[in-house]
């Protein structure tokens, strides 16, 4: 989960922060995506925001092949080093989300913990239905206003809410938008949260 006030922060921002400590997020993949990826069977997946690799490589293990895009060299590094530590791999590309296009659709897309100002859900979400194949799923989860001063950016305008994930989906089926209260998982272990979770399919 990426904490951020004011301007959003770029890659030597990111850099830093991954290079300050040895593991800045959880190992784990996010709870909600690994009980809805457990519908699906692999294809082409794209993780957007992907960090350190958590949900990449555990959708790589699944079967999955994944391309993993971030701002931070140094957050990508990480996650190569660790696929190839767990036998898998995956394409890392060091790029901002505004501006990375894919040549192939995918059949998943996620953006987990990716907290844009409010005038960038709609492009942010849109750019990545644009790179999903005919029937393809976005998955999105972020930190709940429920959290606000708890977690996530201390700006309430960039926390989610079902209401604000839905009017940013326009495009997209929306299958599930609802808030959520589940245990989290941290660099300290599980802890209780409360995030928005939404996803979309694209039309057919």
């Not at 931070?72 to 990480?78: C, D, I, K, Q, T």
């Not at 060091?94 to 296009?101: G, L, P, S």
């Amino acid at each position: 989960m990426r904490p951020m006030d004011g301007p959003e922060r770029g890659p030597e921002f990111w850099n830093n922060r991954y290079a300050e400590t040895d593991r800045l997020w959880s190992l784990k993949p996010n709870a909600l995506l690994a009980e809805f990826v457990a519908g699906l069977g692999p294809g082409r997946a794209l993780d957007i925001g992907a960090g350190e690799g958590r949900n990449a490589i555990w959708l790589a293990k699944a079967g999955w092949s994944v391309t993993a895009v971030d701002v931070s060299e140094v957050g990508l590094v990480r996650a190569a080093e660790r696929a190839a530590e767990e036998g898998v791999e995956l394409e890392c590309v060091v790029a901002d989300w505004r501006e990375y296009r894919a040549p192939l659709p995918f059949d998943l897309a996620v953006i987990s913990f990716m907290h844009p100002r409010p005038q960038e859900r709609a492009s942010m979400f849109g750019g990545a239905g644009e790179m999903l194949a005919s029937g393809g799923h976005l998955f999105t989860v972020g930190v709940d206003l429920a959290d606000l001063g708890r977690r996530g950016p201390r700006d309430s305008e960039r926390l989610y809410t079902p209401e604000r994930l839905r009017s940013a989906l326009e495009g997209f089926e929306v299958l599930r938008c609802e808030t959520v209260g589940y245990e989290g998982e941290s660099t300290e272990g599980p802890k209780p949260v409360v995030d928005s979770v939404a996803i979309g399919r694209r039309a057919s």
